[in-house]
């Protein structure tokens, strides 16, 4: 396949995009899916809405693929990661000594639900990987027999650290703990296959590595699972018999649809299937390819100066996120100085972090170590 896809973005040719690890910038395909929403909106309103709602369908689709559900009905259309973590953090029927294992690297949105339930007696194991020789195996250990959930981001949004998923799903399997896995730095970037990891409850944003908008995620909660979290929110939407106004008896859905209580977010639905559309037709074999190959340039071009420091551990299944420091100087200051010369990056972890997708010509990538170069030569005091 063409690995030119020069023609799917239209980035101003001054941008170095390498922040798809926070918020990505759309395809023009995406664009233009907006704007035909938009203007069908304005010009005939909700005339075409039997359309609008196979497009919702189509989505649930693609998503159920890209995470190789068993089914659509295994799949939510939810607001962000963190209301569908909520769902599950407020859904689970705790008992007071319960145990939740996690790390002390999550992002909040995989913190915070879950440090809310202190109230309920129920702690959580925050585990340290860092200089771990075996983070999976770190996080194993700490499973007990009151650990009623594990929960752990595929990739850690600061640092870059993978664990084993497929090797966590075993476990908790076979010692009867939930397993969730916050996969919003992962799904858009690899192959996902929440069958292979054996997980209960998967969650992502769109606007990250699906390329989609903010306010607009999915949830995947496993077939068998579904009953096992009661629901904290209720509406016209997540009935088994959605459309029927009139009818005064209600049941919940028997799909993962329970967890979408009211009106869909139409716009953004347009918009990520779109998105999604783009990623589905190269193949994520491809996609990942691309991004694991601009991921290990990345690493090569800081390991290759002595004057930095690479933060984030090679993994061998490859790296979408990068993050490194200066080993003497200001690390603050390069950032300020790349972000005044229109590099799109962030400081995370400690340092810079740098997340190319698999569209990042290598010229881009090429221009921001320029760049640092330059700033090393007007800061000599660095080295």
């Given at each position: 396949m063409n690995n030119d896809f020069s023609h799917e973005f239209n980035l101003d040719d001054d941008i170095i995009y390498l922040n798809h690890a926070a918020v990505a910038p759309w395809p023009v395909r995406t664009e233009q899916a907006v704007n035909d929403f938009c203007r069908e909106n304005v010009t005939i309103g909700s005339k075409k809405y039997a359309h609008w709602l196979r497009v919702e369908s189509h989505l649930k689709e693609q998503l159920a693929t890209l995470l190789n559900a068993q089914s659509v009905d295994e799949i939510a259309l939810v607001k962000n990661t963190s209301e569908a973590l909520s769902f599950v953090a407020y859904g689970i029927g705790w008992a007071a000594g319960d145990n939740i294992v996690t790390s002390d690297e999550e992002f909040p949105s995989n913190m915070i639900p879950w440090e809310s339930l202190v109230e309920q007696?129920?702690?959580v194991k925050k585990i340290s990987l860092k200089n771990c020789a075996d983070p999976t195996d770190a996080l194993i250990q700490n499973i007990d027999d009151n650990t009623r959930l594990l929960t752990i981001s595929s990739v850690q949004y600061a640092s870059g650290l993978q664990v084993d998923l497929e090797r966590l799903g075993r476990v908790c399997e076979e010692k009867n703990v939930l397993f969730c896995i916050d996969a919003i730095q992962s799904i858009g970037a690899f192959p996902v296959d929440v069958q292979r990891y054996k997980a209960d409850f998967m969650m992502a944003d769109g606007h990250k590595w699906m390329l989609g908008p903010e306010g607009?995620?999915?949830?995947y909660c496993r077939q068998q699972a579904l009953d096992k979290l009661e629901l904290t929110q209720y509406g016209?939407?997540?009935?088994?018999?959605?459309?029927?106004y009139d009818n005064p008896i209600w049941e919940t859905a028997s799909s993962a649809r329970r967890f979408e209580c009211g009106s869909p977010n139409m716009l953004s639905i347009h918009a990520l299937s779109a998105s999604l559309s783009l990623l589905l037709e190269i193949g994520m074999q491809t996609v990942s390819k691309n991004v694991i190959e601009r991921g290990q340039y990345c690493v090569d071009k800081i390991q290759q100066n002595s004057a930095f420091?690479?933060?984030t551990n090679p993994n061998k299944n490859g790296n979408n996120i990068i993050v490194f420091k200066l080993k003497n100087g200001d690390t603050?200051?390069?950032f300020e100085y790349l972000t005044a010369n229109n590099v799109v990056c962030a400081k995370r972890g400690g340092g810079i972090r740098f997340s190319p997708h698999f569209y990042t010509p290598y010229e881009v990538i090429d221009k921001s170590f320029t760049l640092i170069d330059r700033f090393l030569e007007d800061n000599s005091n660095v080295n």
């Open positions: 007696n129920i702690s607009l995620g999915v949830f016209w939407h997540m009935v088994e018999d959605m459309g029927n420091k690479l933060l603050n200051a390069l």
